[in-house]
């Protein structure tokens, strides 16, 4: 897979997700097996560049792999801006977000809504490539609504404005995340344009990350949820693409120290106030499978201290432990 002078170690990328794609994710999805991990999204807003969220989400040129740190925004101008300001901090690839479902981006005119205006979309894409010298990536979803799908035609205009990827999600925007996607519209895309195409929504397992590249013909799959407590899936999906057999379920000593590692990395990112909240949802999401009855979890989430957390879940893997080798 290529984007532009960029070639990516294999076609597998992490999605940029609010609130969980910062830095200790991203390189962690990235050690496990992502060819290249997109940041969180940015807002083009100069008013909120310069706080603690914009700069802890902001890329940094000592990252691992290639760098891609996704914008918001609907001023042609202002997305420009941001895209060079971005640039200079070490971002390597700009990608344009137009595919966020949120009612508060939304509002705003970013994100999806900017699928029903294509003048507005061709204006803030031809600003973003005109300025800055690196690649220009777009991300959006098959349109605004099951009545409203218009990608092909979008596509067809990032073509055009010197977009050199895209990524489509299989859903409109009115389907948020219900049902599931569908990608007869990113097989349409891909027989219609010549840039990479990545195809994005519900890739959970390495079987369906492989039948939808056939299905598709895309270049790539962009992968979110599903890395979610589990970031070696983009491991797992990489083996069976290459020798068309299952790795086996990673060794739950594997999982804790992985996971323990994570905790720390956020601990020591954010400070350990912050850290030991953001730690809260990943623990849930890793433990999703060990733990489906939540008690253990309603107790970690009521832990405020980070060396308190660490202990917590070592005696949670200790007791797991012992009590499966007694059944």
């Known amino acids: 897979m290529r984007i532009g002078q960029y070639q990516l170690k294999n076609c597998l990328i992490a999605a940029p997700m609010a609130g969980i794609t910062d830095r200790p994710f991203r390189s962690l999805c990235y050690h496990m097996g992502a060819g290249m991990t997109v940041s969180e999204m940015l807002s083009s807003n100069p008013q909120v560049w310069k706080t603690d969220k914009s700069r802890l989400r902001m890329v940094h040129s000592d990252e691992p792999g290639v760098r891609s740190v996704q914008i918001a925004g609907s001023d042609p101008d202002e997305m420009a801006a941001a895209a060079k300001i971005n640039v ?12 966020c479902p949120a009612k508060k981006v939304n509002r705003k005119l970013a994100g999806s809504a900017l699928l029903r205006y294509p003048e507005l979309v061709e204006k803030i894409l031809s600003a973003v490539v005109n300025t800055v010298d690196v690649p220009v990536t777009l991300k959006i979803r098959t349109g605004w609504s099951p009545e409203e799908r218009n990608c092909v035609e979008i596509a067809q205009l990032a073509e055009r404005c010197g977009i050199q990827a895209l990524t489509i999600h299989g859903r409109t925007r009115t389907c948020l995340f219900n049902g599931e996607a569908e990608y007869d519209n990113i097989r349409a895309v891909k027989q219609t344009v010549a840039i990479p195409i990545i ?9 369906k990350a492989r039948a939808v590249l056939e299905y598709t013909g895309a270049d790539a799959l962009m992968i979110g949820r599903a890395a979610q407590g589990r970031p070696w899936i983009f491991r797992e999906i990489q083996h069976y693409l290459e020798t068309g057999k299952l790795l086996p379920p990673m060794p739950l000593g594997d999982v804790q120290h992985l996971m323990g590692e ?10 350990q106030g912050k850290g030991v909240r953001i730690a809260r949802k990943h623990v849930s999401w890793y433990l999703k499978e060990h733990a489906p009855a939540d008690q253990f979890r309603r107790s970690f989430n009521a832990i405020e201290d980070a060396s308190e957390q660490l202990e917590a879940l070592e005696a949670y893997f200790e007791n797991f432990c012992v009590n499966k080798e007694k059944s």
């Open 88 to 99: 200079d901090n070490g971002a390597q690839i700009i990608d344009i977000n137009m595919g």
């Open 262 to 271: 994570h905790i720390r990395e956020l601990h020591d990112f954010y400070g």
């Open 199 to 207: 195809a994005n929504g519900d890739i959970t397992d390495p079987l």
